[in-house]
C-alpha cells in the first residue's frame, strides 16, 4: 500500500538545526507536491512548507522563512526539510504530505494530499 513517512524528529537545543525526511513507500514522489505540517500541543495543525512535483516551485509559511528549506532527492525518492535556527515555539510533530493534484504557492488545499505520514517529533529545548 503507497504510504509516506517522516524520520529525523529529534530533541535539539534552541538554535540549532535539523533535517527532516519523508520518504514514500510504494510512491514516485516525483509524481506528487510535498507539503510538510507540524501541530503542537494544543494548537491547530499548520502549513509549514510545500514543494511542488518539479521542485521548481516552493512556499514556506512566514514563521519559518530563511530558516527551513525544502529539497527534493529524487535518487533516493525522498523530500527534506532542512531546519535552521530552531527556537522553542517550532516544537511540535511534523508530519509530510503527498498529493497529486496539491498545489504549492497557490490554493495549497490539504484536501488534495492523499498520503500523511504519521509524525516525527521535534523538540526544541535546553
Known amino acids: 500500500q503507497p504510504q509516506v513517512a517522516e524520520s529525523g524528529g529529534d530533541l535539539v537545543q534552541p538554535g540549532g538545526s535539523l533535517r527532516l525526511s519523508c520518504v514514500a513507500k510504494q510512491l514516485q514522489l516525483t509524481y506528487y507536491a510535498i507539503g510538510w505540517f507540524r501541530q503542537a500541543p494544543g494548537k491547530e495543525r499548520e502549513g509549514v512548507s510545500c514543494?511542488?512535483?518539479?521542485?521548481?516551485?516552493?512556499n514556506y509559511a512566514e514563521s519559518v522563512k530563511g530558516r527551513f528549506t525544502i529539497s527534493r532527492d529524487s535518487a533516493k525518492n525522498m523530500v527534506h526539510l532542512q531546519m535552521n535556527s530552531l527556537g522553542p515555539e517550532d516544537t511540535a510533530v511534523y508530519f509530510c504530505a503527498a498529493g497529486l493534484n496539491f498545489r504549492c504557492g497557490t490554493d495549497e488545499d490539504a484536501r488534495f494530499l492523499q498520503f500523511w505520514g504519521q509524525g516525527t517529533p521535534v523538540t526544541v529545548s535546553s
Open positions: 514543494i511542488d512535483s518539479s521542485g521548481s516551485i516552493t
